[in-house]
């Protein structure tokens, strides 16, 4: 079945530091893959999102491209900032008409200032 | 918008008492799922509904556990009786359905934290 691994956290960075947090994924077909961020106690948020092999998804500063070739969706940030910690999930949504997401084990990443 | 509502956002019971968990999707629509966090299991998907109606529900982990959605602005699950092993956050997440020209993001309410004594 449809998987995704996401890199063992947690992650602590200092202040202005960039970021990698790999994720890759098993599919059939063509998934769509997404990134959602949990600040605590909340929900999860949408953080970005591709649908198709070599679209880059990026919002709030954080950059993915999903590598068809090398079946991955790494999140990067180039200057990460305190308000950043946060837990991260790598998912994906399998082809159109499957409404399943399938997450990651989520990665926790702490920044220090 | 007000998002996906949940309510309570905090739930502590003693166990063998029934639990109900509620949940309101997005107005509009039309896919609802229910999924529980924990720290041993990460996230798991329980159950969801298209169109108020249960499609899979294989994420169920026991009869003790049940969803409806009698209507589109309304779900609950419950679970009954209540047993420690309960004890996670319980997400209610809601999206649009596929094929209608619209993502297919699924957005999440904020969470009832149970815990079961």
């Known amino acids: 079945g449809d998987s995704v691994t996401q890199m063992e956290g947690p992650v602590t960075l200092s202040e202005e530091a960039f970021l990698t947090i790999n994720c890759t994924y098993t599919?059939?077909?063509?998934?769509?893959l997404f990134w959602y961020v949990q600040y605590p106690g909340e929900g999860l948020q949408l953080l970005l999102k591709a649908t198709k092999a070599d679209d880059k998804g990026s919002n709030k500063g954080f950059e993915a491209t999903y590598r068809k070739e090398t079946t991955s969706f790494h999140l990067e940030k180039g200057s990460v900032q305190v308000s950043d910690s946060a837990v991260y999930f790598c998912?994906?949504?399998?082809?159109?008409?499957?409404?399943?997401?399938?997450f990651g084990q989520g990665t926790r990443l702490t920044i220090n200032p | 918008d007000a998002g996906v509502i949940q309510s309570p956002r905090h739930e502590v019971t003693e166990m063998g008492q029934e639990v109900t968990l509620r949940c309101k999707p997005i107005s509009g629509h039309n896919s609802l799922f229910w999924y529980r966090q924990t720290m041993m299991r990460g996230l798991e998907l329980l159950i969801y509904?298209?169109?108020?109606?249960?499609?899979?529900d294989s994420g169920m982990p026991e009869d003790r556990f049940s969803a409806k959605m009698p209507n589109a602005s309304f779900s609950t699950l419950k679970i009954q009786p209540s047993e420690p092993r309960d004890s996670a956050v319980y997400f209610c997440a809601s999206r649009t359905n596929p094929g209608q020209g619209r993502t297919d993001t699924q957005y999440f309410g904020p969470g009832t934290r149970l815990t079961v004594l």
């Open positions: 599919a059939t077909g063509y998934p769509s």
């Open positions: 998912a994906l949504s399998g082809q159109a008409g499957a409404q399943k997401l399938v």
């Open positions: 509904f298209n169109n108020n109606v249960p499609i899979d």
